[in-house]
């Protein structure tokens, strides 16, 4: 009796979904990640406390450790073949070189300069660092996912339980917790795409969701909220697009979405007068004249300083000096327009510009990433316009680790599908092959 050939494994779906290998090294840099940030939370045991006693060097200590340990396990994953140079690493490595070279600019001294580079670098650092190895596969996606649940409910008790009470106790809300609910927005991308394909409540992206929005519900962050319904929107609407393709599935998932919402909020609305106040506020948070304040004077400058800016961290030296208020932009297109003018804004209008190509590569391909990283970029420029992300340096680990395993995934696609090694199938269909590894 003739049998068939065995069936030739796809690299991409069976490197750790079989093998399950669990990539300590990739587990340790999540787990220091969350030790940092449970070492520079302001809430701890139960307690608020200030953020002057946050301020101990054990901190910057072990992150200047993670970052050169990442940095050798970059070059160790490059020389054994990992792709570094694609196009939006390019546009990054631009990027973070403009900053580089305007920190030098300003003559500080070398320890000085050292500082703010590896303050800002923390994040681009970790981006390679998921990219090289996701790039290599040497990701387990479920157990990243299961190291990650107990950071999510460490920012939800920082959220949701010590700014009810802190609200309940003093009448005031606590300011540093409700500032932990970008952090909480920053999970949503990361766990949609940890988590893939996963039926079951626990593992389903909509649980996930929900729980996300409690917390920014209750932070009182309206930017954040407003990102967050906006990202959803972006997911819910590119999932049912490419999966199905009706409209009447998407205005059902959508109703059910929210009846869900509404329900598991509900305790978490007995402090419904703060919340009401918070929303009924319209005095606005004066964006509207800070950004004024910072365009009106790029535009005042000469020609140079409308060309390449006026230098690193220009928006805080410029508030601070007229109003004693150094405090960054808000912003991440003033930001980088009046610190590196049109120059530095046309390196970051790029970024935007390759993330949507990869989006739109992955929609025409039908792939199920599609929808996790339109998510993404939906927060990720409703917080560019009116907050800041690469501005807000080490807050933005979470998306950097995002950034990195979606980049490294999708480039690691395109090359296997250059290269036909029978991959093609990877890019969408059928969707029991369309898959992240673990």
Not at 43 to 59: E, H, N, V
Not at 328 to 345: N, P, R, T, V, W
Not at 410 to 420: E, S
Request: glycine share 8%.
């Amino acid at each position: 009796m003739m049998t068939s050939p065995p069936k030739k494994e796809d690299p991409f779906i069976t490197n750790t979904t079989v093998v399950r290998r669990p990539y300590w090294t990739v587990l340790f840099v999540v787990g220091v990640m969350f030790v940092l940030y449970i070492l520079d939370a302001p809430i701890k045991f139960g307690r608020a406390i200030s953020l002057d006693q946050t301020k101990s060097m054990a901190p910057i200590i072990v992150r200047v450790c993670l970052v050169l340990f990442m940095c050798g396990n970059i070059v160790m994953r490059v020389l054994s073949g990992a792709k570094l140079f694609t196009l939006f690493n390019m546009f990054l490595f631009s990027f973070a070189g403009i900053n580089l070279f305007y920190m030098y600019k300003l003559g500080w001294t070398p320890l000085m300069f050292g500082i703010e580079a590896y303050r800002y670098l923390y994040w681009f650092i970790i981006f390679l660092f998921f990219f090289t190895n996701a790039y290599q596969f040497r990701i387990n996606n479920s157990l990243i996912n299961k190291l990650l649940l107990p950071w999510f409910f460490f920012v939800f008790f920082q959220v949701v339980i010590m700014n009810l009470e802190r609200a309940g106790s003093t009448g005031s809300l606590n300011l540093l917790a409700i500032n932990a609910g970008y952090i909480a927005l920053d999970f949503l991308p990361l766990f949609l795409i940890l988590n893939g394909n996963k039926k079951g409540l626990m593992n389903a992206p909509y649980f996930i969701i929900v729980m996300i929005g409690i917390v920014l519900l209750v932070s009182l962050k309206r930017g954040a909220i407003l990102s967050y319904l906006l990202g959803v929107m972006a997911y819910i609407g590119l999932k049912e697009k490419i999966e199905t393709g009706s409209l009447v599935s998407l205005f059902r998932t959508a109703f059910k979405f929210g009846i869900m919402i509404i329900l598991l909020a509900i305790p978490f609305l007995l402090k419904a007068d703060q919340l009401m106040h918070r929303f009924a506020d319209t005095t606005g948070s004066g964006r509207t004249t800070l950004y004024k304040l910072i365009y009106d004077h790029w535009l005042m400058g000469s020609l140079s300083d409308k060309i390449f800016g006026y230098g690193y961290i220009s928006v805080k030296s410029y508030l601070d000096a007229k109003f004693n208020c150094p405090i960054y932009a808000h912003s991440d297109f003033l930001e980088y327009l009046h610190d590196y003018g049109l120059l530095g804004i046309s390196i970051y209008v790029c970024i935007h510009l390759a993330l949507i190509h990869v989006l739109y590569r992955l929609y025409t391909k039908r792939h199920w990433m599609c929808p996790v990283l339109g998510c993404f970029y939906v927060i990720f420029l409703c917080r560019a316009i009116y907050s800041g992300v690469f501005a807000i340096g080490p807050a933005f680990a979470l998306g950097a680790m995002f950034l990195g395993l979606l980049g490294g995934y999708y480039y690691k696609l395109r090359d296997l599908h250059v290269k036909k090694q029978k991959v093609g199938t990877a890019w969408g269909v059928p969707k029991t092959q369309n898959m992240i590894p673990g």
